[in-house]
């Protein structure tokens, strides 16, 4: 049998143990499916006394790792699902037993050509770390180098490409089924992962995401990129230097080193927006596990950045409306950001406008009111999630991207620094940004790009007003015929106008208006009438 239907099968065994159909959204057919579910053995000996969104994780949890990171992209979407299902689904982690390091070493030589011993000094065979798609091992260059060797996990792309066809089958057949599917996009939901998941499958992609960004910030004190050997690099090995930091979440051995709190969660800020707003390429997966503190500069802290496999950019035209909301939401103009994200395109349906408004200013109000050490940036991007999911309103998946990594910034920037005051550390760097990019200096500077261009077009004008004009007058025969349809129709819509006007005229100068009027009246019938009958 086919691996991929003994893979829906074993999907559906597991989506039974946890009577994940009983979850579906109402439908004629529910109640027949959830009594097909209750048919399979598996449905009988499941879990009780667990809530739906416990169900979901321990479901997908069993699903083993595709499934898991799949788990941890939904976490995200508070725009498409219950806050309970997705506050369940972050509390996925990863937990993949390393294969073995033999098999790590052969993948390195048949990919590199040559034998461990002629490429390394020292290869550990024990692995430093070992997730889902891929682990790393420690090595050493001839030249004594210090370096980190990732190794794609043997069969990967198999598996992901097999369980993605489970879920696109399962994601089409919900849009089949139920008429609501379409306004949470479970197809296009899908895709996207397809796009992240096989993102991380190509570390030649991700090494040049981290030469990119090592590029950026190569001389800033506030962000280090390990540097990529790209002479051992292929789809599926990649080698970068070796860093030793502290964890980002090791905040005993930070204070230790001599950090200022303080000082290194406004970094962690500054680091975030700097590299959205300055350069337009985030590094979108910063967890605790990809996130260092260089200890050697203790009065002057330093991030160091690893796993750049997921990265985001954002349209100009994106990147605008994402900096004139976060100022929309520090400034509270509730007006400007439904106006914003209606024009925007991210509603599915009509909204209500002042229903929006109302619900925009009743979450972020309260928040603003909070003391400093409670003002928190991530619960009200959650609420206001929670909110557009009311609304029928869905962002693009780099905005979910941006937004899963800001919590996480705050997140940790927090645990770092409790008082964080994310508001007044951004909105400096904000108000900079919009009138460096859209102020009347960046206003002149693009006026003078363009204006060459422009010069150069002026001696063409007369030439392409007249090749309009020859298409005016060359327009198809149906098109004209239709004008000439709607010119008749409105010609005798306006000849009725001027028969009952004519005739309204001369009425009134015969029975209403005095002698004095009545002459004019007439006079003005007369010309209608005849008008009509042009």
Not at 5 to 26: F, K, M, T
Not at 355 to 376: K, M, N, W, Y
Not at 393 to 418: D, F, M, N
Request: a neutral charge; charged letters at 25%; hydrophobic letters at 45%.
């Amino acid at each position: 049998m086919n691996l991929a239907i003994w893979r829906a099968l074993r999907v559906l065994h597991v989506a039974a143990r946890y009577r994940l159909i009983s979850l579906l959204p109402a439908h004629p057919a529910r109640w027949l499916l959830v009594a097909l579910q209750y048919l399979i053995p598996s449905s009988w000996f499941g879990p009780r006394g667990l809530n739906e969104g416990e169900r979901l994780e321990r479901a997908f949890h069993e699903l083993g790792p595709i499934f898991i990171k799949f788990g941890q992209l939904l976490s995200t979407r508070r725009d498409l699902l219950p806050p309970d299902w997705t506050e369940a689904l972050a509390r996925l982690q990863d937990d993949v037993p390393a294969f073995p390091g033999r098999q790590a070493r052969e993948i390195i030589e048949r990919e590199l050509g040559a034998p461990a011993s002629e490429l390394f000094l020292r290869f550990d065979a024990e692995p430093l770390a070992s997730a889902s798609v891929a682990q790393v091992h420690a090595a050493t260059l001839h030249d004594g180098t210090e370096v980190v060797v990732k190794v794609l996990r043997p069969g990967v792309e198999d598996t992901v490409s097999r369980d993605l066809r489970v879920m696109e089958n399962g994601a089409r057949w919900l849009e089949r089924l139920w008429r609501d599917a379409r306004y949470f996009h479970p197809g296009r939901v899908v895709d996207e992962y397809r796009q992240i998941i096989f993102g991380e499958l190509d570390l030649l992609a991700e090494a040049r995401n981290a030469d990119t960004m090592r590029r950026h910030f190569l001389f800033s004190p506030l962000l280090y990129i390990p540097a990529v050997h790209p002479q051992y690099g292929t789809r599926r090995v990649m080698v970068m230097d070796r860093m030793y930091g502290i964890p980002v979440n090791d905040i005993e051995r930070i204070r230790a080193a001599g950090i200022e709190p303080r000082v290194l969660a406004e970094r962690g800020v500054e680091i975030f927006f700097t590299q959205v707003f300055r350069y337009n390429f985030f590094h979108a997966d910063m967890h605790p596990g990809n996130i260092f503190v260089n200890p050697e500069h203790p009065d002057s802290p330093q991030y160091i950045g690893i796993d750049t496999a997921i990265v985001g950019r954002l349209s100009q035209q994106d990147l605008h409306i994402l900096g004139r909301l976060a100022l929309m939401v520090m400034r509270q103009d509730f007006p400007g950001m439904v106006e914003l994200v209606i024009r925007a395109g991210w509603t599915t349906v009509p909204v209500d406008r002042h229903a929006l408004e109302r619900e925009l200013r009743g979450i972020v109000e309260p928040i603003f009111s909070l003391p400093l050490d409670q003002l928190e940036f991530a619960p009200l991007v959650m609420k206001l999630f929670d909110t557009a999911r009311g609304f029928r309103i869905e962002a693009p998946i780099q905005y979910i991207l941006l937004v899963k990594t800001l919590i996480h910034v705050e997140g940790l920037g927090r645990s770092i620094y409790p008082q964080l005051d994310i508001w007044q550390t951004a909105r400096p760097m904000l108000e900079a940004w919009m009138l460096e990019e859209f102020g009347p200096v960046a206003t002149m500077k693009k006026l003078q790009a363009r204006a060459p261009e422009w010069a150069a077009q002026l001696p063409e004008m007369p030439d392409l007003l007249r090749d309009a004009l020859e298409n005016l007058r060359n327009m198809p025969r149906e098109q004209r015929d239709l004008e000439a349809r709607l010119e008749a129709s409105l010609t005798g819509h306006r000849r009725k106008l001027f028969v009952g006007l004519g005739g309204g005229g001369l009425i009134a100068a015969a029975v209403v208006l005095p002698p004095a009027l009545a002459a004019g009246s007439a006079v003005a019938g007369v010309l209608a009438l005849v008008w009509a009958t042009r």
